[in-house]
T-cell receptor, first 114, second 112 residues
């Protein structure tokens, strides 16, 4: 158990819909990262938050957005869903926001678009 | 842009043999290099990491070596066991940013 909690574990929805994925970081961690992993693919960095503020952006689509709340949990919002958005979405957290910090991953949310 | 190349993409070894996975990075200022193991359908787990001020680090059957001059680092697994079968990802920090970049992964199969 990494201490990072992601909900829901599975999500099935249709094209055009909107979903929200939730992540609670490990106790004491201030930074949250979101990654997308398509079938048999690598980890694509989407976005990072540190103590409520956006810190870094990766290849995140305009249809996707995220935020980190005062209690440090984070939500990733995916809208106008397309078939290609089907993937595992991982959240990771670290103590601080630097690139030289270990990141600890949650169990992921498996999103299936029908 | 910055990138990390990882080789091989697949690796099969006999149980008890050693496995070596290599990564090459492009950012000469990278200073942190973690390795993750991901079993099928599960989360990536940090198994070992190394910082640029160290040339080698060991943890039981796992070791990582870093060659800053050549800008490459390697994961070594000795006395492999079937439970070592997984996908392994290397990563390197990107200087001037708050993130690191992952390699494309190596699928390791340990044959009993």
């Amino acid at each position: 158990d990494s201490g990072v909690t992601q909900t829901p574990k599975h999500l099935i929805t249709a094209t055009g819909q909107r979903v929200t994925l939730r992540c609670s970081p490990r106790s004491g961690d201030l930074s949250v990262y979101w990654y997308q992993q398509s079938l048999d693919q690598g980890l694509q960095f989407l976005i990072q938050y540190y103590n409520g503020e956006e810190r870094a952006k990766g290849n995140i689509l305009e249809r996707f957005s995220a935020q980190q709340f005062p209690d440090l949990h984070s939500e990733l919002n995916l809208s106008s869903l397309e078939l290609g958005d089907s993937a595992l979405y991982f959240c990771a957290s670290s103590v601080a926001g630097g690139s030289n910090q270990p990141q600890h991953f949650g169990d992921g949310t498996r999103l299936s678009i029908l | 842009g910055e990138n990390v190349e990882q080789h091989p993409s697949t690796l099969s070894v006999q149980e008890g043999d050693s496995a070596v996975i290599k990564c090459t990075y492009s950012d000469s200022a990278s200073n942190y290099f973690p390795w993750y193991k991901q079993e099928l359908g599960k989360r990536p787990q940090l198994i070992i990491d190394i910082r640029s001020n160290v040339g080698e680090k060991k943890d039981q059957r796992i070791a990582v070596t870093l060659n800053k001059t050549a800008k490459h680092f390697s994961l070594h697994i000795t006395e492999t066991q079937p439970e070592d079968s997984a996908v392994y990802f290397c990563a390197a920090s990107i200087s001037g940013t708050y993130k690191y970049i992952f390699g494309t992964g190596t699928r390791l199969k340990v044959l009993a």
